[in-house]
Structure formats: structure tokens, C-alpha cells
């Protein structure tokens, strides 16, 4: 069974202090601070923290910026670490529109701008990851390298995936649960516990990996109605995502795919190279799909030396 450090959260004695973001920011080793950013007609969250070249962090359904915890301050002593809350996401405003993941991308454009920061590195994980690579498609002079933590971008392929489970294929159904408009909000507001104990209890190999105070965090920041309904919309626009996608040419960053042992792994080694011209896929052992919560000392040096 995988080992993890400690957290910073008292799982005993967990209040709404201790889960606001400026609290869990302070609780990290190398000066995080939380702020945020009025850029492209949105508001973003996000963490920063250390010094060096710009990194930004990308996060994914249903968690927060909070999923690099583990990780953050390791990346901090070299880089100067931006822990983003997307479109929808956690701290970040929930606009009705948007979440397309070129549009999320552009988000993230123009907070770097906003940074006064010219080009940046990117890692990204499930969600992130899709807005990752869209940054790099869309805006490749501000590229320098990319991470994708075990999902790519959407392509037709996803549009064939099964809806009943087939043996020895993991079955994504809550794929088709988020897009079902009006019935999540309804199921699960103050009760999003329940499908976050789920989701971990299938994905991750190492349950105690993503402890009691981590998924108080991500409860605290879905159980609303409309936090629901903006991370069901980052599914609902794949559609959309899939003809972006054909519209792009295989990005030059150089890019690195991250894949858990149990979670997506051979998915990545299918589909990544046709991504870019510069790829590599690397296999995280006794990981399942939250690869920097149950693996972040492995995922932490990959990361700090692809990025350099």
C-alpha cells in the first residue's frame, strides 16, 4: 500500500476555518497566499506560492485547487507555484456559460496576463489536463511545457464509450449522470459526500491517501446547487471539446502524460502521441486516478524534472 505524508488538516477538528482557502493556503510550507483575479468576464481562485518559473496547477472533478497539496510545496522550491480553481470550480465564480475547455483556457490566458506573466509551464489533471492542452493549442507562445495527469482532451473516441459496464473496462458513469441537467443539483446538494466517498472508493488505490479533511474540502465546495451544476457543465460541453480538438495541430511544447497504474495508464499510451510532437508517457505504480494525492513524492519529481 502506497505511503503518503501527513496532511496540515486536523481531521478531528475540522470547522469552516479550517477549510476556508486562505487557511489552507497559510497551511503550506512556502509562503502560499490565496487571492483572486477578475479576468475574461470571470473571477478565478487561485494559490501562489514560491519563487522561480512560473508553474501553473490545474485541478480536476470533483476536487479544488487542494488536490496539489501534497505536492506544492516540493514544486514551491523551485518554481513559482499558481494552484488555479477553474471556471465553476471551488473559490472561482460559476458563470452559466463558458466551460468549454477553450474558452476555460483562454481563463487561464488571461490571468497570466493579469500575473504580468508572459509564459508559464502547465500541469494539469482530469479536467485540468483537458485544459491544459488546450492552452498549449490555443496559445503556444505562452506554452512552455505541458503535464497531463492521467486523462488527455476529449476526441472522438470518447463519443463511443460505453453506456452498460463491459467486463475489464472501468465504467465512467457518472460521464452520463453530469449530464443530466436539474436532477445532480437535486440529489446531491449537502450531500455531495456521498458520491466523493464513491468516486475515491473506485479511483483510488490507497483510500486513506485522500483523508477526512481533504474531502470535507471538496464537500464544502460542491454541496451548493450551483457549484454542482458548473462542474457537470465541464462535461456537458465534450461535444464541443471534441471539434475544437480537430481543429488543432499537434502542439510543440514539449509534453509529458503521467498515467496510474490502475486508472488510465494504456488510454494515455493510445492516445497522447498523436498530441504532440514532443511526447512522453510515464507509468505511476500503485496509483489509481488521483495520482497527486496517492503518489506525490513520484508525481513531485517527475514534475520537477520535466519542468527543470
Known amino acids: 500500500m502506497p505511503t503518503t505524508p501527513p496532511t496540515p488538516l486536523d481531521d478531528a477538528a475540522l470547522d469552516e476555518a479550517a477549510l476556508d482557502d486562505a487557511a489552507l493556503a497559510a497551511s503550506l510550507d512556502g509562503a502560499f497566499t490565496s487571492r483572486h483575479a477578475e479576468v475574461n468576464g470571470t473571477r478565478l481562485h487561485y494559490v501562489q506560492g514560491g519563487s522561480g518559473e512560473p508553474l501553473v496547477?490545474?485541478?480536476?472533478?470533483?476536487?479544488?485547487?487542494?488536490?496539489?497539496n501534497k505536492v506544492m510545496p516540493a514544486l514551491a522550491r523551485r518554481h513559482r507555484v499558481i494552484a488555479v480553481d477553474l471556471r465553476g470550480m471551488g473559490g472561482s465564480a460559476k458563470p452559466e456559460t463558458g466551460y468549454d475547455k477553450k474558452t476555460m483556457a483562454a481563463d487561464l490566458r488571461a490571468l497570466l496576463d493579469h500575473l504580468s506573466i508572459g509564459s508559464a509551464h502547465i500541469a494539469g489533471h482530469d479536467?485540468?489536463?483537458?485544459?491544459?492542452?488546450?492552452?498549449?493549442?490555443?496559445?503556444?507562445?505562452?506554452?512552455?511545457r505541458i503535464a497531463l495527469l492521467d486523462v488527455s482532451h476529449?476526441?472522438?473516441?470518447?463519443?463511443?464509450?460505453?453506456?452498460?459496464?463491459?467486463?475489464?473496462l472501468?465504467?465512467?458513469?457518472?460521464?452520463?449522470?453530469?449530464?443530466?441537467?436539474?436532477?445532480?443539483?437535486?440529489?446531491?446538494?449537502?450531500r455531495y459526500h456521498l458520491l466523493l466517498d464513491r468516486l475515491f472508493s473506485d479511483m483510488a488505490v490507497d483510500q486513506a491517501s485522500i483523508d477526512a479533511g481533504s474531502r470535507a474540502v471538496y464537500a464544502r465546495a460542491y454541496d451548493s446547487p450551483?457549484?454542482?451544476?458548473?462542474?457537470n457543465a465541464w462535461y456537458r460541453t465534450f461535444g464541443q471539446d471534441i471539434a475544437d480538438l480537430a481543429g488543432y495541430a499537434p502542439v510543440t511544447a514539449p509534453l509529458l502524460a503521467l498515467g496510474g497504474e490502475h486508472s488510465n495508464y494504456e488510454r494515455l499510451l493510445a492516445a497522447v502521441p498523436a498530441l504532440g510532437t514532443d511526447t512522453r508517457v510515464v507509468r505511476v505504480d500503485g496509483s489509481g486516478h488521483y495520482l497527486a494525492e496517492e503518489q506525490p513524492e513520484f508525481v513531485a519529481a517527475e514534475l520537477t524534472r520535466f519542468f527543470g
Open 127 to 144: 479536467i485540468g489536463a483537458m485544459v491544459a492542452y488546450a492552452f498549449a493549442a490555443n496559445h503556444p507562445g505562452a506554452t512552455r
Open 57 to 68: 496547477l490545474l485541478g480536476g472533478w470533483p476536487q479544488t485547487w487542494w488536490q496539489w
Open 170 to 190: 472501468h465504467h465512467l458513469w457518472w460521464f452520463a449522470f453530469n449530464q443530466v441537467e436539474g436532477l445532480p443539483e437535486q440529489l446531491l446538494e449537502g
Open 154 to 168: 476529449p476526441d472522438e473516441s470518447w463519443a463511443q464509450m460505453p453506456l452498460l459496464p463491459r467486463s475489464g
Open 226 to 231: 450551483d457549484a454542482i451544476r458548473a462542474g
